[in-house]
């Protein structure tokens, strides 16, 4: 997640007053980020249309017909790799799978009961690790035991390609998008690396991985290639 340039932001979020909050709070975990604002479904796709986020932090419930999950898939069918963090007063586990499901990497609740819970849900967002609410990770998540060893990726028997390949997956990013970036067929994506990395993990679909990775803490390493890609 860290890079030499800082951090280019998205945050969308209606209320006004909610979002000076929020965007005050990324500034104290991240205080060079640059961070563009908008209101609106129009005004993000807009804005993301002419330059290109690292993060976008999205709020589901916009009071127009058109939502943050829109804008979420707005940005997955035109092939871009932004990172993509949830913002809701909703915490149902169906609301939370489906964003997973969408292309999100992160689920941050907004009436969390304090400003410090919320800043350590951005600081595992910063941290490159994926943060979802309790209800997901807790009693709903997919293996029975927790890691021997939370937060390394030690013991899964991934290295190289296969983790280049779940760094992308955790970012929410497609096949088409993944096997562009690693330079090979989106098949060998969908027919090699994916069973792969479902196996490693116990799971059978891409949310429960998502999941499982944000139940272990784990923080996968960014593939050396990111580091030279232009914003």
Same mark, same amino acid.
């Given at each position: ?7 280019? %932001? ?10 000076? @909050?929020?965007?005050?709070? =990324? ?7 640059? %961070?563009?604002?908008? !209101? $609106? ?35 997955? $069918? ?9 913002? $809701? ?18 689920? =941050? ?19 490159? !690790? =994926? ?23 030690? @013991?899964? @028997? ?74």
């Amino acid at each position: 997640m860290r890079s030499a340039d800082p951090l280019s %932001i998205l945050l969308l979020e209606d209320q006004g007053l909610v979002r000076a @909050g929020m965007r005050a709070l =990324i500034q104290v975990c991240e205080p060079l980020a640059a %961070i563009q604002e908008c !209101s $609106s479904f129009d005004e993000a796709v807009e804005r993301a249309s002419n330059h290109h986020f690292d993060i976008a932090f999205l709020d589901i419930d916009l009071k127009t017909e058109k939502s943050g999950l829109d804008v979420l898939r707005h940005l997955r $069918s035109h092939d871009e790799d932004t990172r993509v963090v949830m913002l $809701s007063g909703r915490s149902e586990r169906e609301v939370v799978m489906e964003c997973i499901g969408a292309g999100a990497s992160g689920f =941050i609740l907004k009436d969390m009961e304090n400003d410090g819970v919320f800043r350590r849900a951005l600081d595992t967002i910063f941290q490159g !690790s =994926i943060f979802l609410p309790a209800n997901v990770i807790g009693r709903g998540a997919f293996s029975p035991t927790a890691a021997s060893r939370p937060g390394s990726i030690e @013991g899964l @028997g991934l290295s190289g390609r296969s983790l280049e390949a779940l760094y992308y997956l955790c970012q929410g990013l497609p096949n088409k998008t993944i096997a562009r970036r690693m330079g090979i067929e989106e098949g060998t994506i969908r027919k090699d690396y994916v069973p792969k990395l479902f196996r490693a993990f116990k799971v059978l679909r891409r949310t429960e991985l998502v999941v499982e990775v944000a139940r272990r803490g784990l923080v996968i390493p960014r593939p050396p290639q990111e580091a030279d890609r232009p914003h």
